[in-house]
């Protein structure tokens, strides 16, 4: 139980365009996604926390214009990079807390993570 | 500033040993503690998780927490090469969030 898919798992593109990645609770509820971006070596960061049907809370220095978040329903988040440059090569990686969990509210499951390289 | 603090590594044990993660918190208002594992490459994958002070064990691991010390720490029994990876500490802080605080990670490396 507690799975989470992203799509793609990889993914090359030009400089000045956007990418989708999109993520997926499997087999359950997921009332808040986050959104994480992790460069080679270093820890997780987080970019933003999205909630089902309200808009998406930025970290601080997270430019919410380049990266568009929208929680459309309760298994699905996805993160639109827009106008992709080089230096937003990274490790996106999603994690979903499972809604109505009365024992173990605060458990982030991760998804696989998707690996973006900006040419 | 909410800080989650581990030492970085690299941890070598030699297999078959107990090999011991330690993690410090600033907020003394801190509800929930996980310890995620990542391989290199791959996204962290959920281990244990603890709430209550005292010692929570499952297999091979045993997670501990000392909440007047701000302090969480993670067991492995019996390490194997396969447990060779990032360890991170994360931490809810209050009620009413979801958001976790990540450490930096801890490298663990298995000596066969």
């Known amino acids: 139980g507690a799975v989470v898919s992203q799509h793609p798992s990889r993914v090359i593109c030009k400089s000045g365009t956007s990418v989708k990645i999109e993520c997926r609770s499997l087999?359950?509820?997921?009332?808040?996604m986050f959104w994480y971006r992790q460069f080679p070596k270093k820890s997780l960061m987080l970019m933003a926390t999205s909630n089902e049907g309200s808009k998406a809370t930025y970290e601080q220095g997270v430019e919410k214009d380049k990266f568009l978040i929208n929680h459309a329903s309760l298994t699905l988040s996805t993160l639109t990079v827009t106008s992709a440059h080089p230096e937003d090569s990274s490790f996106y990686i999603c994690?979903?807390?499972?809604?109505?969990?009365?024992?173990?509210?605060?458990?982030?499951?991760f998804g696989p993570g998707t690996r973006l390289t900006v040419l | 500033q909410k800080e989650v603090e581990q030492n970085s590594g690299p941890l070598s044990v030699p297999e078959g040993a107990i090999a011991s993660l330690n993690c410090t918190y600033s907020d003394r208002g801190s509800q929930s503690f996980f310890w995620y594992r990542q391989y290199s490459g791959k996204s962290p994958e959920l281990i244990m998780f603890i709430y209550s002070n005292g010692d929570k064990e499952d297999g091979r691991f045993t997670a501990q927490l000392n909440k007047a010390s701000q302090y969480v720490s993670l067991l492995i029994r019996d390490s194997q090469p396969s447990d060779s990876a990032t360890y991170l500490c994360?931490?809810?802080?209050?009620?009413?969030?979801?958001?976790?605080?990540f450490g930096k990670g801890t490298k663990l490396s298995v000596i066969p």
């Open positions: 087999d359950f509820q997921a009332t808040t």
């Open positions: 994690s979903a807390s499972l809604a109505g969990d009365l024992f173990f509210p605060d458990t982030q499951y």
């Open positions: 994360a931490v809810k802080y209050g009620a009413g969030s979801y958001q976790l605080t």
